[in-house]
């Protein structure tokens, strides 16, 4: 299985901060690459998808980007609701696989 | 509005079956493949199935946890998907959530993503 590594697993950040997140993977995974928001208790939701491509409806804020089997997801001006869980996907390879997560925090 | 909405979840014994449901509306069912993914108590999100759409044969995939016990099903008329779970284990315990999938390439070995996604319904395994 391809193993999926995030970092950091938590950050707290400031309201108009930029944020990056990275995910690695094991071994290539193209730019089959996902990620999601998921709050507490609640479903995850797709931001981008593809490495790169925004989900429609999610803020311009969000990105994402890739480079060989690293891959970064930048909030560009943090805003009280982007608290939470982001995780990211591969979809490479079956079993689909993520990343452990990281919980980010508005200070 | 897109939504997906599972039911079926409770509190089971170990080697019991449990049937969920995923309810599809605000679109086609039968356009898209259907994923169930889990979630542990306090743990990552886990890939459990998918089902191709039926111009695709309908086939499906599972991952090594479940594969042999656990079965997923469609009745596009109807806009809803199964999730057949036997010979329920402790470690089945979750949150199941299913979600529609979007694959590039009807086959849907790779290079998918998944969106909407229902609320989740809650699978105790307990004795």
């Known amino acids: 299985d391809i193993q999926m590594t995030q970092s950091p697993s938590s950050l707290s950040a400031s309201v108009g901060d930029r944020v990056t997140i990275t995910c690695r993977a094991s071994?290539?995974?193209?730019?089959?690459l996902n990620w999601y928001q998921q709050k507490p208790g609640k479903a995850p939701k797709l931001l981008i998808y593809?490495?790169?491509s925004l989900q429609t409806g999610v803020p311009s804020r969000f990105s994402g980007s890739a480079s060989g089997t690293d891959f970064t997801l930048t909030i560009s001006s943090l805003q009280p609701e982007d608290s939470g869980s982001y995780l990211c996907?591969?979809?490479?390879?079956?079993?689909?696989?993520f990343g452990q997560g990281t919980n980010l925090q508005i200070k | 509005e897109m939504q997906l909405v599972e039911s079926g979840g409770d509190l089971v014994q170990p080697g019991r079956s449990l049937r969920l449901s995923c309810a599809a509306s605000?679109?086609?069912?039968?356009?898209?493949?259907l994923a169930w993914f889990r979630q542990a108590p306090g743990r990552g999100l886990e890939w459990v199935g998918f089902?191709?759409?039926?111009?695709?044969?309908?086939?499906?995939e599972y991952a090594a946890s479940v594969k042999g016990r656990f079965t997923i099903s469609r009745d596009d008329s109807k806009s809803i998907a199964y999730l057949q779970m036997n010979n329920l284990k402790t470690d089945d315990t979750a949150v199941y959530y299913c979600?529609?999938?979007?694959?590039?390439?009807?086959?849907?070995?790779?290079?998918?993503?998944?969106?909407?996604w229902g609320q989740g319904t809650l699978v105790t395994v307990s004795s």
């Open positions: 593809g490495a790169s």
């Open positions: 071994q290539t995974v193209s730019n089959f």
């Open positions: 605000g679109f086609t069912l039968g356009d898209y493949a």
């Open positions: 089902i191709r759409i039926k111009a695709y044969g309908g086939t499906t």
């Open positions: 979600t529609r999938g979007f694959c590039n390439g009807g086959s849907c070995y790779t290079n998918n993503w998944f969106d909407p």
């Open positions: 996907q591969q979809s490479y390879s079956i079993p689909y696989t």
